[in-house]
């Protein structure tokens, strides 16, 4: 499956999918459409790289084996940690695998990630993102306001 080349709208909520599945890729995209994302799929790692170059992704998902990977060596994983504070910091991101129990605040912590969801709940990923992205939103709101007010953001 190619990179997904549509174009972002402008002031449109995007995120970013990288898995394997075709079938979890389709509850995810079900998913954030009904929560108001515009998705893009990610086919390669390499594809990534681009593609979070050139676009801010306000969540990105990635499954543990995507593009070859496992928990402990996956390079988009890797890339994800490693960018930059200021972009990292508005981008909600999730790491799913069959090792995760699902909302397991420590392991998120361990992996720089959000959350992390078990593949087997996959089903729920409309429940369990809603409620999680609007923790992190309120989490978060008045550390970004001040550095709006700062002119950092």
Same mark, same amino acid.
Do not use: W
């Given at each position: 499956?190619?990179?997904?080349?549509?174009?972002?709208?402008?002031?449109?909520?995007?995120? &970013?999918?990288?898995?394997?599945?075709?079938?979890? +890729?389709?509850?995810?995209?079900?998913?954030?459409?009904?929560?108001?994302?515009q998705? $893009?799929?990610?086919?390669?790692?390499?594809?990534?790289?681009?593609?979070?170059? *050139?676009?801010?992704?306000?969540?990105?998902?990635? %499954?543990?084996?995507?593009?070859?990977?496992?928990?402990? %060596? %996956?390079?988009?994983?890797d890339?994800? $940690?490693?960018? $930059?504070i #200021?972009?990292r910091?508005?981008?909600?991101?999730?790491?799913?695998?069959?090792?995760?129990?699902?909302?397991?605040?420590?392991?998120?912590? =361990? $992996?720089?990630?959000? +959350?992390?969801?078990? =593949? #087997?709940?996959?089903?729920?990923?409309? #429940? +369990? &993102?809603?409620?999680?992205?609007?923790?992190?939103?309120?989490?978060?709101?008045?550390?970004? =306001? +001040?550095? *709006? =007010?700062?002119?950092?953001?």
């Amino acid at each position: 499956m190619p990179a997904d080349t549509n174009i972002l709208l402008e002031d449109t909520k995007a995120a &970013l999918l990288c898995d394997n599945s075709t079938d979890r +890729i389709k509850v995810l995209e079900d998913a954030l459409k009904d929560l108001g994302y515009q998705t $893009q799929v990610a086919a390669l790692p390499e594809d990534v790289y681009d593609m979070v170059k *050139y676009n801010q992704y306000d969540v990105i998902y990635v %499954n543990d084996n995507f593009g070859g990977g496992n928990t402990e %060596n %996956n390079e988009v994983l890797d890339y994800i $940690q490693s960018m $930059q504070i #200021a972009a990292r910091r508005k981008t909600f991101v999730v790491l799913s695998g069959k090792i995760y129990t699902t909302l397991d605040h420590m392991a998120a912590f =361990e $992996q720089s990630v959000n +959350i992390v969801i078990n =593949e #087997a709940d996959i089903s729920e990923a409309k #429940a +369990i &993102l809603k409620k999680s992205i609007t923790g992190s939103y309120m989490f978060y709101k008045v550390y970004n =306001e +001040i550095l *709006y =007010e700062i002119g950092k953001a």
